[in-house]
């Protein structure tokens, strides 16, 4: 399905992607939307795509040759992904995150023998930035810069985004619904869909609530947003700007609703974390909002395994 190609043809790297395009509906009255089921990707998350994305670029340009070191600030997904992409290339990979990551991410990446770096959580993501620079400047390290590079938005516009259309009856897409996180899912599938015509509308999802509100400073959202919804809003992104997603409308989503819409998706046999549940409480007010016939796409980015110690799984045992 990918248009370029790879150095690795043959390997291991055809394990990421293609990825199922499904209609989901939770109840009879309610519209169905299509969804992307990224969390079918081998580590369990969309981060898969940029992060093998990401590589074989930085691999075919010469940046990096086997046993290379790699570097990435990111609270979770995405260094998961790197360290199996960097696995599978013979490179090795040291992650930087902010202190509070959780156990099964942190057995997640030892196990693939990743390296890791806290920062003070305090500190917030830009501290975690500036460490992972910092490496890169030590120890001359490739830093895969998710909240910068526009290969983390073009891995999904020449990659995620036309696998869509191709699976897609009809192949047309008025909306495009999506957390933002680096904004690479969303700028990027938005970009696919208009320059294949689409009549398209970005729709940006936000988690929100009054009592839970994260004191990260933010710069490209409104900073009144909940922090239960983890690898949304991560506030330092340089792609989600409004030249990348012209007539961007932000969408609310309680966070109540976003956990809630997660355990029923994992009760209807969709095993997934919280972004999807968001995801898809957006889309569903999407698909309301423009009724009948609109084709609305959006995401499952993640599984619910990596959530066992939040509170998704309160109450569970
Ligand atoms: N869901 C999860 C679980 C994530 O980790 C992320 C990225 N941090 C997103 C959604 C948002 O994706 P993007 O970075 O492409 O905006």
């Known amino acids: 399905m990918s248009r370029f190609e790879l150095p690795t043809q043959g390997r291991y790297q055809q394990l990421i992607a293609p990825t199922p395009l499904v209609a989901v509906s939770l109840d009879r009255d309610s519209p169905r939307v299509w969804v992307k089921l990224e969390f079918l990707n081998p580590s369990g998350s969309i ?27 990111s609270s979770g997904s995405t260094s998961i992904s790197l360290a199996l992409v960097c696995a599978q290339f013979g490179l090795r990979f040291t992650a930087v995150m902010p202190e509070g990551v959780s156990r ?80 690479g899912t969303i700028v990027g599938l938005f970009a696919a869909f208009r320059e294949n015509g ?58 109540e609703l976003a956990i809630e819409t997660t355990r029923r998706l994992i009760r209807r046999g969709f095993p997934v974390g919280p972004s999807s549940g968001l995801n898809f409480a957006a889309a569903i007010k999407v698909a309301r909002q423009l009724g009948d016939g609109a084709e609305v796409v959006t995401v499952f980015p993640d599984r619910m395994e990596r959530y066992f110690s939040t509170e998704l799984f309160a109450g569970e045992e």
Not at 47 to 73: F, T
Not at 128 to 151: C, H, S, V
Not at 156 to 166: A, D, P, V
């Open 104 to 183: 099964e991410r942190r057995l997640i990446l030892s196990a693939l023998g990743a390296r890791f770096e806290l920062t003070p959580r305090d500190e917030g993501m830009r501290e975690t930035l500036r460490r992972a620079a910092a490496i890169a400047e030590e120890r001359g390290a490739f830093e895969t810069r998710q909240f910068k590079n526009p290969e983390n938005a073009e891995a999904h516009r020449i990659w995620t985004g036309q696998e869509i259309l191709s699976q897609l009856p009809g192949g047309s897409v008025d909306a495009v619904v999506s957390g933002v996180g680096t904004g």
């Open 198 to 255: 689409c009549p398209v509308t970005p729709y940006a999802a936000r988690p929100v609530d009054g009592s839970v509100v994260s004191e990260l400073e933010c710069c490209s959202i409104s900073p009144r947003f909940s922090s239960r919804v983890p690898g949304v809003v991560d506030c330092v992104s340089e792609l989600y700007t409004p030249e990348a997603l012209p007539g961007l409308v932000e969408l609310d989503v309680s966070d």
């Open 47 to 73: 981060k898969d795509r940029i992060a093998r994305y990401m590589i074989e670029k930085a691999w075919r340009r010469g940046e990096l040759r086997p046993g290379s070191e790699v570097v990435e600030a």
